[in-house]
C-alpha cells in the first residue's frame, strides 16, 4: 500500500471505528470490525516492519481518538484547563492506544507475510487478544473500547465470553475480521480461496450468534430472588463537593430512599445509592451521617450508599473511595475501598514529578484498598444472605476484578458509579457496554446505580434492562436473582491471557524463521 492508499484507509477505519463503538449519532457494531481488518490490510501492504507500526500507531491512534472524543470534557470542565489543551487530549490517549495497534500492525506483517493464511489470520486474532488483554494490565490498564464491548447491543454475540472472557472472545472477533481482509491483500490466493474466506468470516459470526442466541451458555445455580431499588440522585457534580450543598444533597437521596421503600407495592430488601453518593465523610457521626443511618433504622432496609472514607496511620491519614453497607437498623454492617483507582482522577502516577492536579474535588489522593471479599448483609431468617461482589466505577472494565468478586463468593454484582464528569457524551454507554462485559463472563445481574446515569439491571446473558436517562433524577425497581456457582471463566479466567500471549509469541517466533512468503 502506498502512503496515500494508507491515509484513505486510515481515515475509512477511524470513521467506521467511530461508528462500530458506542457514539452520538448511530451504533453499528459490526463496523467496529474495520478496526483489526482494516489494520490487517495496512500490516500486510506495508513495505517494512517499521513502516508497519508508524502506520498501525498512526491509523489506531486517529481511529481510538475518534472514539474517546469524550475525554476533552472532564479535561476543560473539571481539570479547568481551556479548549485549547483539553482538546487534544483525546489524540494524546488515542496515539498511546495506537501503540499497541502499532505492534499488532509490525506483529501481523510478520505473520501474515511468512505464514500460510489461516495460520497468519488465527495468528492475526491471537495477537488482538493477547495485546487487548496486555492493554488492561500495562501502565495502569486501561481496557475501554475492547472488541467485544461494540457488541453488547446484540447480546447474542457475547455469550461466549462466559467461556473464554472478553480477551478470548476479541481474539476470535479479531480474526473473523482478518479472513477478508486476508483475502484481499494476499495476491497468491486463488478467487475460490479469496471467497471462501469472506464466506467463512461470515459464517463465524453467524456461528457465534447463534451459539448465544438462547442466552447464558452455562446458567448458574439461582438461589433466590430479591427486590431491590437504586437511586439515580442527578447531582450537579460542579456544585457536589461544597459544604453548602451537602445538606440538599443528603435531603434528595433521603427523600428517594423513604419513597423507594414507602410507596413500593412490595418493599426492596436492598437500597443502593452511587459512587460518593453522600459528599462528606459517612463514617464521622455528623449531622447528616446520622440523619442517613436513623432513615434506615426508621425504614428498616439496608441501604448501600458510597462515601469518602479515611483510616489514620500514625499522622498520616489515608483517603479512600469507599461504599458503606447498612444494614436494617441503620448500623455499619460492612465496607469496601475502591482497589483500582483512576489515574490522574483519583490520584496522580509519579506525583513527585509531575505538576499536576486531580480532576476530582475535595479530597487529597486516594489509596488503593485491598480486601475484595463480598459485602455481606445478615440473613434474614432462613433466607439466603445477600452476599455482593462491589465495582467502584472504572473497576468494572476491569474483567479480572469481577472475577475475583465471583470466586470470593459474590451472588450479584453491583457497580456503583459517577459518569456526571463526561457530561451527555458517549463514555456513559461506553461503560455501561463493559459493565455488561462482566455480567457475561460471571454468569450474574449486575446492578448499576449511577448518579447522573446510565444507571441499569444487567441480566446473566447481557441484557441491559430499566436504563435510565441521562441527567435526570429516577429510581429503578427490579427483582433479580441471587446465583452460586462459577462459569468456566470465572473459574479459569487466568488462564486465558497468559494463552493468548504464549501463543502469540510462539507465532511470532515461527513466522520470523520462515521464508517470506507473499
Known sequence: M?????????LAIAALSFFGFA???????????????????????SPSQYAAFVRGLLTGGLAYAACLYWVAVPVHDYGLLPWALAAPCPALLGLAMGGYAGIFTMLSRLVGQRLPVVLAVLGAGVLWGALEGLRGILFTGFTWLCLPSAFVPWPAMVQTASLIGAQGLAAVLAALACLPAAALMRCDLKRASRMGLCIASAGGLVLLWLVGANGPLFPLEELRKVR?????GNIDQSMKWEPAYQRETADRYLRAYAIAVKDAETPPELVIWPETAMPFYFQENSVLSLRVRQMADDLGVPLLLGSPGYERDGDELRYYNRAFL?????????????????????YIPFSDYLPIDKLVHGVGDFAAGEDSGPLTLPPNGDAEQIRLGLLICYETIFPELARKRAVKGSTILVNISNDAWFGRTSAPVQHLHLSALRAVEQGRTLLRATNTGISAVVDPAGRILNATPLFE???????????????????HGGLVLPALVGMGILLVFYAARKKHKA
Request: hydrophobic share 45%; with cysteine.
Open 473 to 491: 433524577e429516577a429510581t429503578i425497581h427490579a427483582e433479580v436473582a441471587l446465583r452460586n456457582g462459577l462459569t468456566p471463566y470465572g473459574r
Open 23 to 45: 457514539n452520538p449519532v448511530w451504533h453499528i457494531p459490526l463496523a467496529a470490525l474495520a478496526l483489526p481488518g482494516g489494520l490487517y490490510c495496512i500490516a500486510v501492504g
Open 228 to 232: 431491590v431499588a437504586m437511586v439515580q
Open 326 to 346: 447498612l444494614d436494617a437498623s441503620g448500623e455499619i454492617a460492612d465496607i469496601y475501598d475502591k482497589e483500582h483507582l483512576v489515574p490522574f482522577g483519583e
Open 2 to 10: 502506498t502512503r496515500r492508499e494508507t491515509a484513505f484507509a486510515g
